[in-house]
């Protein structure tokens, strides 16, 4: 079969040949019809430190999916061969702590396919019948493929109660705007989003009703007066990773104001404690997505009227998958999609 592999540990993913795998007893075989790039597939493409120190080589890289099951293990029930799909790519074990009270998410153990594991770019891939989630036919394969990456934006965004709460999102990337988009879904009152790049920021605009602002350019302060909220935000999703973007947010947040962050700041960055004391601010680290109910809750949101569509930018054959890693550099895009089919 055709894949994208890690051949060499150095810059780049090369276009390979590699054997269909063979499935286990308790998984099943995907033919891969959509995949998503992620931030994570910039990552290991540039081979950055944190790739180097992560990523096994040779390696199929990839995780984010939509196919169909083209054969099932000896011991899997309730799934049907032509069962369209989609899947969680955090395989876990069973035997931690969390994992035994049903908090699959938080297994410390935890392994990434695409980054630990023989991953998604590539025409099939083998999954634990556990981990796939079945699309209904009103999600087509473009959204099936970037479930992985909303389901960051919906555990973040569900973190707290958003009716009627005014919430300001840093980082429009695609998360970022997927994240304006649910909490919208989830009747907050006013969305605010922050970034630095413009193509970002009218790329929010376009995917669902947001303040979008250029903190390089325009103060929060003003914003909060122009919208008339009392003294700040309520809810506030970190989802640039960047650390000013987080003390804005932390001077933006009313008293009592609670954080979800996403977004990974680098390294060991400074933060001013005592503001964030004195606020009595909540401050939540999400970590992937809630396993499965995070899925539950989008799928159910999508069939409900939450549209995301438009945060897909560019598509490419996947044997033009250069030319959608470029795309994802160039800093402008959303989400970026190849077609493995023909
Ligand atoms: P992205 O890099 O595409 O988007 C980040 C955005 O933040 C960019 O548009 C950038 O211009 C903007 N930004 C930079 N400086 C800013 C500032 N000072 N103020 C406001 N915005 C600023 O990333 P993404 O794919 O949308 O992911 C969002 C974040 O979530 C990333 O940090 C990513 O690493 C992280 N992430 C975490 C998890 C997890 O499990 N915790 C999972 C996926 C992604
Ligand atoms: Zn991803």
């Given amino acids: 079969m055709m ?25 099943v075989l995907i033919r891969v019809n959509k995949t998503g790039i992620c931030g994570t597939d910039m990552h290991i493409w540039h081979w950055d430190d944190w790739a180097a120190a992560t990523v096994p080589v040779p390696l199929i890289t ?11 293990g000896r011991n899997v029930e309730g799934l049907t061969l032509g069962q369209r799909c989609s899947g969680e790519g955090h395989l876990i074990g069973k035997t931690s ?17 695409g980054v630990n594991e023989q991953g998604a770019f590539a025409e099939y891939l083998r999954l634990p019948a556990f981990n796939v989630v079945p699309l209904p036919d009103s999600i087509d394969d473009d959204i099936g493929a970037i479930l ?8 973040t965004a569900l973190s707290f109660d958003l009716l009627g709460e005014d919430v300001l999102i840093t980082g429009a990337g695609p998360i970022g705007i997927m994240a304006a988009a649910v909490a919208r879904h989830a009747g907050a009152r006013h969305v605010v989003i922050t970034d630095v790049n413009p193509d970002r920021l009218a790329l929010a605009a376009q995917v669902t009703d947001v303040t979008p ?11 909060i007066a122009l919208l008339r909220m009392k003294q700040g935000f309520d809810v506030g999703l970190e989802m640039s990773g960047n650390a000013a973007a987080f003390d804005q947010m932390v ?24 503001r964030i004391v004195f606020k009595a601010l909540t401050i939540k680290g999400v970590y992937g997505r809630e396993i499965f109910e995070t899925w539950y809750k989008m799928i159910a949101m999508l069939e409900n009227g939450l549209d995301v ?14 030319a959608g890693f470029a795309a994802m ?12 089919r023909g």
Wanted: glycine share 12%.
């Fill in 148 to 155: 992985d990456p909303l389901g960051n934006a919906v555990h």
């Fill in 213 to 223: 602002v250029d903190v390089r350019s325009e103060d929060l302060r003003d914003v």
């Fill in 97 to 113: 702590r969390q994992s035994r009270a049903g908090k699959f998410h938080l297994d410390p153990g935890t392994r990434g396919i």
């Fill in 62 to 72: 990839g995780h984010e999916f939509a196919g169909e099951i083209v054969e099932i």
């Fill in 3 to 27: 894949a994208l592999a890690k051949l060499h540990p150095r810059a780049g993913l090369w276009q390979t040949t590699a054997p269909v795998p063979e499935i286990g007893a308790d998984d």
């Fill in 329 to 340: 550099a160039d800093g402008s895009a959303g989400k970026v999609v190849l077609d493995w």
């Fill in 309 to 322: 569509s438009r945060v897909i930018t560019h598509r490419f054959a996947a044997r033009d998958f250069a």
């Fill in 251 to 274: 001077e933006a947040m009313t008293m009592g104001g609670r954080i979800a962050m996403l977004g990974i700041p680098p390294g060991h960055s400074a933060v001013d404690w005592s």
